[in-house]
């Protein structure tokens, strides 16, 4: 798995794997980050590593799990608590589980 992730550069992100209960785990991490942020665990079933197109189905994860990275980042988005819209001043309740 590391051979493959040699593959990735990023000036953002680092790549890396590790065994865990005989599963294997890419994790992303944030590279120089100045706020904290988790590691992005990405799971590889044993299924993946036998699959004939291993590059491009591990691309498709990462790439996938990018997004969610990305995604999960947020500290706060509408749909979290009132925010206040910056485009008329009005507060906006969101989705609050109402």
């Known amino acids: 798995m590391q051979d493959h992730l040699k593959l990735y550069e990023h000036p ?3 790549f890396s794997a590790r065994e ?11 590279r120089n980050s100045t706020v904290p942020v988790h590691t992005y665990v990405l799971p590889i079933h ?4 036998d699959h004939p197109q ?3 189905h591990l691309q498709r994860q990462i790439y996938d799990g990018l997004h969610d990275y990305f ?3 947020f500290s706060r988005t509408p749909q979290d608590r009132a925010v206040q ?3 008329d001043g009005r507060v906006s309740r969101g989705n609050q589980g109402s």
């Not at 865990?20 to 944030?30: P, S």
């Open 71 to 73: 995604i999960e980042m």
């Open 20 to 30: 865990t209960n005989g599963a294997i785990e890419v994790l992303i991490d944030l």
């Open 12 to 14: 953002l992100l680092a």
């Open 54 to 56: 291993l590059t491009w």
């Open 85 to 87: 819209s910056p485009m």
């Open 46 to 49: 044993a299924r993946d590593l």
